[in-house]
């Protein structure tokens, strides 16, 4: 059985099964939750720049921002197309 992983744009990836919740960046509890994540050496910036747009909450207690949509992440996420397989 391989992992599969999800595309959070630009080419990044992130293990699907380790996945807790994909949330918008916009809420005061979530932005102190990247505050935190970032002082704690536990934050993933894979917005390549761009405006994070989607957040990840990974279950090792990382979070991982994205400059991709919330929803384009969790329909790549429930896509079989969009699923890779390493093996």
Do not use: C, W
């Amino acid at each position: 059985m391989g992992i599969k992983l999800v595309n959070i744009g630009y080419g990044n990836m992130v293990s699907a099964a380790r996945i807790i919740s994909i949330v918008s960046p916009d809420s005061a509890p979530i932005k102190r939750l990247i505050q935190e994540a970032r002082e704690n050496g536990k934050l993933v910036d894979a917005t390549h720049g761009r405006r994070t747009r989607a957040v990840i909450i990974m279950d090792s207690d990382h979070v991982v921002l994205s400059s991709v949509q919330p929803e384009t992440v969790a329909h790549r996420f429930f896509d079989r197309d969009d699923l890779s397989e390493e093996g």
